[in-house]
């Protein structure tokens, strides 16, 4: 898991949302699709808020809803309860073709006590559900299947169940007896459920009338705006509680992943310097005992690998324990490790009533023995699977064709079996000592956890500890269980990608900005082409020449081979001394360094420009001034010389000829915000003005790379050493000015 793996033997059933629904696709286009994953969905007032507030824009819209409970990943909502109970919903929202049935809908989804007619409807809509759910191809193939997709047979027959218990109308003789006599025995224990009752409510309106504070301040004036910067930097450790873990070594692995491909940067340089900033930090207690986990999980997402995965560490590591392994052909970096927890070490968390054990963290931990040669150490992994079963192997214990099966045993922690955990480990480690090393199970050390545990389970906090030679109970395997490879690992989405690219479908463009080290301005721009297409990836592989040209000033040309590929930047670039990488393993096309245009400035100059832009455009319109002009009411010209206020008027905006920019995306959309200006070289008129000589300007000028008129020691400038005219503040500007400088840097004769 990529995320703490709790007991999970207590939920908690949150029937009515008591936050405003959101409008999930506020922040996209209209006419886009959107296929929307909701982590801890609830019930459905943000799905169908999206519904209502999409219901004009045509867009498609698939929402996949997960939440923490086991087993309940299913295409549409997820907790058993919750999904059971939406779909039934749903399903009465399309049957209701007239409205006729909505205040019924409203009495069965948020009333607690419900009338005859709405208990007779919840039962037959029950009954035909119950019915279609039968297996997952009956499901699939009738009248809601294709609405409300289910992703496992297991959370189906959960669903199915909870539909068969809403069916108690239809209940006749000895059942219906039977479940009246459970019903009240669950009305007995709901009584001990106030303090919940208090603490979230039942009210279905309390959502809505939760946003009203928010409703009040917006026709109020504002003094104060943004209070969240003013409370930013109060202490991260006040934001929340120490003892609530939301997060693994496996999560900061996948988000370290995530950041890799989206920045320009020396990688290696930068992951040796946040692994040694990890290893100096003391301030979390056990966080070195967690390492070898994210050392382990960075190398498995191809983050970054320590030289514990090197080849060489691991033969001269794993020759010390090689005979554990004799039958291997080949013995991987990573092996997975399940532990069978007898069920008799669960009482401490089964016995007590689940309210007062609450939902500690659980993990596994593999140490030294007592008397181990290489030292004493540990490890903890948290980044476990969890289930309930009975084990069987198949294939040579000790081999690479060594499987583990498990029968699952649906009640979980309501049943019998014993529990088996699954983490994966690097081999060098279980190989120091492969016999008499300790393996556990057991709660993670918090405050909250050692005060409720401790007394019980001992200072260690293990529920269940073993050798790692114990056949019995520990098993070593080249996948997890009931898999015979490893799964595979998906990089996240970027929201564009598609499932398949045709053979002639048109390269996907990444383009990615560079920043300065040192002014933190963007210096550079990189495009990447990717997801190309099959006949693309063909030729870069048979070795097809790959050539770039500038076209325009915000376009190149792509040769791949004899197939041109268009590649647009959003801003102006240079191609002096540009960089063309082609993958050819990888599939993709980069190309680097392109710098963007710019004048740099300093206040005067920008008073310059912003005095003769007016002109520059007035110089070239063909459109009249309007009555409302701003110059007219203003009386300026400009209309501000303050920074960021609007310069000319808006006469002129969006008034460009016919065809006068082709080929640039949604230019129609941007055009009004754009208007045009003649803008021509500067010449001197010797007759008005003496001639100036720009000489004297380039040696009195500042900094060329940054403006300044000093060093940053308060010095003066530094002068190029050959043409001793360019003026630098420091080494850095030199070296960033270089390539534009060293075009014209000549030495005086």
Known sequence: MATPVWVDILSFFYPIGNTSAVHLTRNLPREQAARILLLGCGDIRNIVFTIYMDQDSGRSLDFTCCDIQPDTIGRYSLTRKGVSRNILLLTLALDDIDGGRDALMWNIYYHVYIDNESMKLVSDQATKLYEMAMSMHSWTKGKYGQQFRFCDEGTLSKVRAIWYAYRVASFEGEERERYAQRSMAAMKRATSAHEYYIEAGSYPIGAIRAAAPAG?????????????KLFANLSQQSITNNSLLRYNRRSFALFLRFVRHRVICNWTEVMDRLLASIEKNSSLMMGLNCIQELYLYLHIYEVHSVDAFEPAFARARTSLGAA??????????????????????????????????????????????????????QNIFSAIQLSFGTISTSGERFSDTFRVHIAEDKLRWNGSSPLLATFMAPTWM?????????????????????????KAIGVDMNLYATDLGNQRNVFFTRSSPNLDESTSLCALSDGNSTNSVSSNAAPRTLITAKADPNTGKIASLVVR??????????ALKNGCSVETEQMSPVRFMATLGSKPITLDFPAPVTALNHKTRVARKSFYIELQEANMCHITVDSEELNLWKQALPALVERCRTWKHQADCEYSRNSNIPLSMEEGQRVFCSCGNGRFPPDFIKGVPQWSK?????????????????????????????????????????????GALLSCAKCHTAKYCSADCQRADWKSHKRNCRAPS
């Open 324 to 377: 554990a392994l004799k039958g291997w052909k080949n013995i991987p970096p990573v092996l997975f490790v399940t532990i069978k927890v007898p069920r008799e070490k669960l009482g401490v968390l089964t016995r007590e009533k689940p309210t007062d054990i609450a939902t500690p963290i659980l993990h596994c931990i593999v140490q030294s023995s007592p008397s181990s040669p290489s030292g004493q150490w």
């Open 216 to 228: 009040v301040c917006a026709v109020k004036d504002a003094p104060m705006l943004n209070l969240q």
């Open 529 to 538: 082409l990717e997801t190309l297409s099959e006949d693309m990836k063909k």
């Open 430 to 454: 279980l190989l120091l000592e492969p016999k008499t090393a300790k393996i556990a199970f057991g709660i993670q050390s918090t405050p909250a956890n050692t005060s409720l545990f401790m």
């Open 670 to 714: 941007v055009s009004k915000y754009f208007v045009r200006a003649a803008v021509s070289l500067c010449f001197q008129t010797p007759f008005s003005e003496p001639l100036f000589d720009f000489g004297q300007l380039r040696k009195s000028h500042g900094c060329q790379a940054c403006g300044k008129e000093k060093t940053n020691g308060g």
